[in-house]
């Protein structure tokens, strides 16, 4: 379980876990997710639960920063967070074709 915050405008592209369950309680700001195919606000308050398997997204659609409690079953995502900040730190950016492959190496597909 981690606190998420987002950026207006900002958010992960659709995508699926094949390892894990996720869970989403909105604590700030406005937050809109996809899931069953369509995109739907919700407010401050709501939780969202995403099978895994399912193509979903979230994404900040106010004008302040997002902030979420997020959590993913079973534990051992926070590898995933420690491989993509090694390619996030980098001087010249990250390699997104790499960040795509760590993805994969963790269950996580994109689309």
């Not at 894990?20 to 604590?27: I, R």
């Amino acid at each position: 379980m981690f606190t998420s915050v987002t950026e207006p405008g900002k958010g992960p592209p659709p995508h699926r876990h094949a390892n894990e369950d996720e869970w989403f309680l909105v604590l700030e700001g406005r937050a809109e997710f996809f899931k069953d195919g369509e995109w739907t606000e919700v407010p401050v308050g709501t939780s969202v639960f995403i099978k895994r398997g399912t193509l979903h997204a979230f994404r900040n659609v106010g004008n302040s920063p997002l902030k979420q409690m997020i959590q993913l079953s079973p534990a051992g995502f926070e590898t995933f967070f420690e491989h993509c900040s090694l390619e996030f730190s980098k001087e010249s950016g990250p390699d997104m074709a790499r960040i795509v492959e760590i993805a994969a190496e963790h269950g996580i597909t994109f689309g």
